[in-house]
């Protein structure tokens, strides 16, 4: 069936966005694709570069075994074929961050070839993107323009990095699905290990292709938008590019095959460059490397060490936990989440667990612009506070106020409960005697509640006023009804 | 030529241990020859401060009993190997004043056995070239002339100054590099032996590339027992080189058995060409005697993709090397022509940095990788390459070995053929073969033409089996008995 909710509204009709995005996802390693130089993030300029990384005379690249392996885990996470065969092509252009001249890549024999990937969307719907390959290539430096007048400076840190280059088919028909892709890839990488999938930091970026056509229509002449570096920005330059496409089209024009760059702060696309000034690459097999060649017991035992996968744990936590897909799908989207629900629920009451994770928790971290390893409350100090109320020592509404002590001042909720006395009034006495006091008090509003039983509400609240909220809500209830016998009819 | 520098590699080496003579008594008599043979051109860089520190710590360990195979022993070193702390510019002008930190993998091998480094020897520019007249230094001369006749001659190339420098005795034996027959056809042009090890022998770490799936180092040498041991000190896996075979290295000298009964020597009627000098041909028929006499069995054999090589390799290397010449930009290191914006440096560091020859084959090899062209041009000459290979394979089941000439001419004037590179590249219709099949090949000297220049006769072998290609070639050197010498015109 054709969804036609995402079509956009033209002043001649309906478009359909099409799109395919590349991800580039920089491989966890310790050291480059092809030399033996460190790849931390944030190093000191031209600080982590061998004499392969800057070229020099006479150096040869040796594969890094460890990015194979990643690119390998990799595939198995897209569900792709590995192929057991590869090789690895140059890519000839000249700038001055790539010192080779040439950048090392996999053209034609990528070591990853056709996999799916599942994707989540907003109102609780699946859909796949099929992922047409993957390939490893080494990154690029970094020009540095202002570090001197009327010169440019060069930083090779990052020249030769391994990158993992995520081809998806032109499966996508919304910036939503675009970016539900990209947060699935993420997710998929992060459980993985094979990349950190920071955004901000580079490690992650990605080339989107847009065009439009009318629905049903053959593919439209799409264009390239080149690096993005964040969601909200792939969702904003989609948004802009297929208006953009759709406005060109009903001017009479036509889109022109190019590479646009997105400006975050204009909110705009601009043209880079045409398909005519595009480099000839002029890809051939690298000498200085021989086809990459593995065998199927080496991707197995690979496959024997892969985790559980963000779909294959969201089956998981609906069947085992009885959760709902989407809260699953909210706890699943980050392996953090994931393991830090499975933590607090573990021995414990699932749904509750999951309520107070995806409630209060991550309402909490959200509001403090926190992660969840910086989080001032561990899984273990919510587990505790669930069984405080679980075991009636407190009730949930205290339960809210002690989760706001614990995560300001990231103490134990028992420790809270006890110096606060915040613990629930369960002596029937006790209770009995506010109810008796607040009736006594009020007589006026117990002839109203006999008559209108709605009234004993005020009761409630008044009697958990004068306990300071700590008097078991659901004994107050009994009581009261006992003594509005009307309200124990019902 | 003082007796010292008359001798050969083993020679000097065994006297050394025999304490004849030092170390430096032995390098300080190659300074001064080096000093003498300027006219040569052989030398871009004399280092003869180190190399005399250099033999006396050999000395020292020689005294200890402690040397290596080649302790004490005076190289010359073809300028494209990186020499830590020692200039290093593949004679070309883009890498001005470039000194590299580190050292290949084949030049550390031979210091690490004791051996001398006397300096930096000439070539042509990035290895490109048959005569060593595209050096930015200017060409190397070789040491032999016509009879009669004063006209200077090439060495050969690209390893002109490594042939030049074994002939004039000024150095013991050299290191060089083979892409499409840099080894073989300069050892033809001076009277001496060049070998070119298998593809993946020696490591590449180090070596300027030129084209890094035919470079191959290997030794020139005045013997071919010199040759067996240079090999076996170069020779050696090298993790930092993928392409390097991880096979053990045998003894090569040990395999000198001069025995070759029953051998299978195969003759390639292909490499019968139009046009070979009478001489050539005679020369080939003398070696094929020669073989057989010394009991080997002669077959004929058929390599039918022969005429396709040389195409295929001017396919091939410039393909290769004009990706593996885009580094020298001028951004980190050598040359640095300023411009307008970063793309007008480029142009014109490259355009003043790279010769003719050079930039003739950076824009043929970027055509022929270029779209619309790479399948016509590149495609093709990789699987004439392939049929090359099975072409050998097909032979190697008839024989063990291939004899043939190694070049069609003796050496030729300088600056005869700089301005017609078609027929300069004609210079490797025989050797470009064992490059394009990552074969080893040897040239050995054979004999002289009618005006009295060296002739070589080329061995073909089997791969990795470089034993049998140098036992074949040492029956050949002590057959042809060639002990013909060149007059040292070049000493005031």
Request: net charge negative.
């Amino acid at each position: 069936m054709t969804d036609t909710s995402n079509y956009i509204e033209g002043l001649t009709g309906s478009w359909e966005i099409v799109m395919g995005l590349e991800i580039h996802a920089q491989v966890v390693s310790n050291s480059k694709l092809f030399s033996g130089a460190p790849t931390e993030f944030g190093a000191e300029q031209n600080t982590q570069v061998s004499l392969v990384d800057a070229a020099l005379p006479g150096m040869l690249p040796v594969i890094n075994e460890k990015c194979v392996e990643q690119a390998v885990r990799t595939g198995l996470g897209l569900k792709a074929q590995v192929n057991l065969r590869s090789v690895f092509d140059r890519k000839n252009y000249f700038y001055p961050d790539l010192p080779q001249g040439y950048q090392i890549s996999q053209f034609k024999y990528p070591i990853i070839g056709e996999g799916i990937v599942e994707i989540d969307l907003s109102n609780g719907d699946t859909k796949d993107v099929r992922i047409e390959r993957l390939h490893l290539e080494q990154d690029a430096g970094k020009s540095l323009h202002d570090q001197h007048p009327s010169m440019s400076f060069v930083d090779l840190n990052r020249s030769g990095v391994a990158l993992m280059e995520i081809v998806s088919m032109p499966d996508m028909r919304s910036a939503e699905e675009a970016q539900a892709f990209v947060k699935k890839i993420r997710a998929i990488l992060r459980y993985l290990g094979t990349c950190d999938g920071n955004m901000e930091q580079g490690s992650m970026r990605a080339d989107v292709n847009v065009s439009v056509r009318r629905p049903g229509d053959e593919l439209g002449t799409r264009c390239e938008i080149k690096n993005v570096n964040s969601i909200r920005f792939i969702g904003q330059a989609i948004e802009y590019e297929a208006r953009r496409q759709v406005e060109v089209i009903e001017d009479g024009g036509t889109i022109k095959q190019e590479t646009r760059l997105f400006d975050s702060k204009a909110g705009v696309t601009r043209s880079m460059r045409s398909k005519e000034e595009a480099h000839d690459y002029r890809y051939f097999p690298d000498p200085d490397l021989l086809p990459l060649v593995f065998t199927q017991e080496y991707v197995d035992a690979i496959a024997a060490t892969l985790p559980e996968l963000p779909d294959d744990k969201k089956a998981r936590f609906v069947s085992e936990y009885g959760l709902s897909i989407y809260d699953a799908g909210v706890l699943v989207s980050e392996k953090a989440r994931a393991e830090f629900f499975e933590d607090v629920a573990k021995g414990r009451d699932a749904k509750m667990a999951s309520n107070w994770v995806t409630g209060e928790f991550f309402g909490a971290l959200n509001k403090a612009g926190l992660a969840i390893d910086t989080s001032p409350v561990s899984a273990k100090q919510l587990g505790a506070l669930i069984e405080l109320i679980k075991d009636d020592t407190i009730s949930g509404r205290i339960a809210k106020d002690v989760f706001e002590i614990m995560f300001e001042t990231g103490d134990d909720p028992a420790k809270i409960v006890e110096e606060k006395g915040l613990r629930q009034v369960t002596d029937l006495g006790a209770i009995e005697a506010a109810i008796d006091e607040v009736m006594a008090a009020n007589p006026d509003k117990v002839q109203q509640a006999i008559e209108k039983p709605k009234m004993v509400g005020w009761f409630v609240g008044q009697v958990m006023k004068a306990t300071s909220g700590k008097a078991n809500p659901q004994a107050v209830n009994k009581l009261l009804a006992a003594k509005f016998p009307p309200l124990a009819e019902d | 030529m003082t007796e010292l520098t008359k001798l050969t590699l083993t020679e000097a080496r065994d006297k050394l241990v025999a304490k004849e003579f030092t170390a430096q008594e032995l390098t300080q008599a190659y300074v001064s020859a080096i000093e003498a043979a300027r006219p040569l051109n052989a030398y871009v860089l004399e280092t003869a401060d180190k190399a005399l520190e250099m033999a006396k710590a050999s000395d020292a360990r020689l005294q200890k009993g402690e040397g290596g195979a080649l302790e004490g022993v005076p190289l010359g070193i073809k300028d494209l190997f990186c020499t830590k702390d020692v200039r290093t510019t593949a004679c070309s002008h883009i890498l001005d004043g470039y000194v590299p930190a580190y050292e290949s993998s084949v030049t550390a091998n031979l210091w690490a056995d004791g051996a001398v480094l006397l300096g930096k020897l000439n070539n042509d520019e990035f290895a490109m070239g048959s005569s060593n007249e595209t050096s930015f230094e200017g060409p190397a001369v070789n040491p032999w002339r016509r009879k009669g006749d004063d006209t200077q001659l090439v060495p050969g190339g690209s390893s002109g100054g490594s042939s030049a420098a074994v002939a004039a005795h000024i150095a013991l034996a050299t290191t060089a590099t083979d892409t499409g027959g840099s080894i073989r056809q300069p050892a033809a042009f001076t009277g001496t032996v060049g070998l070119k090890p298998t593809y993946g022998r020696c490591p590449r770490w180090g070596v300027i590339a030129f084209a890094s799936s035919l470079d191959q180092p290997g030794p020139i040498t005045r013997t071919v027992r010199d040759a067996a041991v240079m090999l076996k000190s170069m020779a050696g896996f090298d993790p930092k080189d993928t392409t390097s075979a991880d096979v053990p290295v045998p003894d090569y000298e040990a395999a000198l058995t001069g025995d070759i009964r029953g051998l299978k020597v195969g003759i390639p009627k292909e490499y019968r060409v139009d046009g070979m000098a009478a001489e050539i041909d005679a020369l080939w028929q003398q070696g094929i005697d020669w073989l057989k006499q010394a009991g080997a069995e002669i077959v004929d054999v058929s390599l039918p993709h022969t005429k396709y090589a040389l195409p295929a390799y001017y396919i091939v290397a410039p393909a290769e090397a004009s990706s593996n010449l885009a580094r020298y930009d001028g951004v980190r290191y050598g040359l640095r022509v300023d411009g307008d914006n970063i793309t007008d440096m480029y142009e014109k560091t490259r355009a003043a940095g790279f010769g003719d020859e050079v930039k003739r084959r950076v824009m043929v090899g970027t055509y022929v990788l270029s779209a619309g062209y790479y399948d016509a041009y590149y495609i093709k000459a990789q699987k004439v390459r392939t049929l090359i290979s099975q072409d050998f394979a097909k032979a190697y089941e008839k024989c063990d070995v291939l004899l043939t000439p190694t070049t069609p001419t003796p050496a030729f004037g300088i600056g005869e053929n700089i301005d017609d590179p078609l027929s300069m590249y004609l210079n490797d219709v025989f050797t470009v073969t064992a490059n394009l099949a990552g074969l080893p090949g040897i040239s050995v000297p054979a004999g002289l033409s009618a005006n009295g220049l060296p002739l070589g006769l080329q061995l073909i072998g089997k791969s990795f089996d470089e034993e049998t290609l140098l036992r074949t070639a040492g029956v050949l050197e002590e057959a042809a008995a060639f002990t013909a010498a060149p007059e040292a015109w070049w000493r005031a």
